[in-house]
């Protein structure tokens, strides 16, 4: 069984400081330790971000219908960023799994 460390998330609601031009420094702002993931959901306008408390592979996930983008990614304070990128790492691993699957 493989081991999972524990990382540090920032954690806000769709406030000002948490949405795209998003700002660490706001008051808004709170970080969490302990989380196996971090989030950021956007919503329209609306983007919170928070610590998870489950593992997940570093993806985005894209629902139209919705107008809904979520990241979810394993460093800490990945979820800092305009948009969460995934790893090339993980990509590839993806990509491969999802070959293997298709044959």
């Known amino acids: 069984m ?3 460390d524990a990382i540090s998330c920032y954690v806000c609601l769709a406030t000002d400081g948490c949405n795209d031009q998003f700002n660490a420094f706001n008051s808004a702002v709170t970080s969490a ?5 971090c989030s950021k959901v956007k919503i329209g306008d609306a983007v919170p971000r928070g610590c998870e408390s489950t593992s ?4 985005c996930v894209e629902v139209e ?4 983008h979520s990241c979810y990614c394993n460093t800490d ?3 800092s960023a305009s948009h969460v ?3 090339m790492v993980t990509a590839l ?5 999802a070959m293997v699957f298709r044959f």
């Open 2 to 4: 493989g081991q999972t």
């Open 33 to 37: 330790t302990g989380c196996l993931s």
């Open 56 to 59: 997940s592979v570093e993806l």
């Open 65 to 68: 219908s919705l107008s809904a």
């Open 77 to 79: 304070f990945c979820n």
């Open 85 to 87: 990128t995934v790893s």
């Open 93 to 97: 691993l993806l990509a491969l799994v």
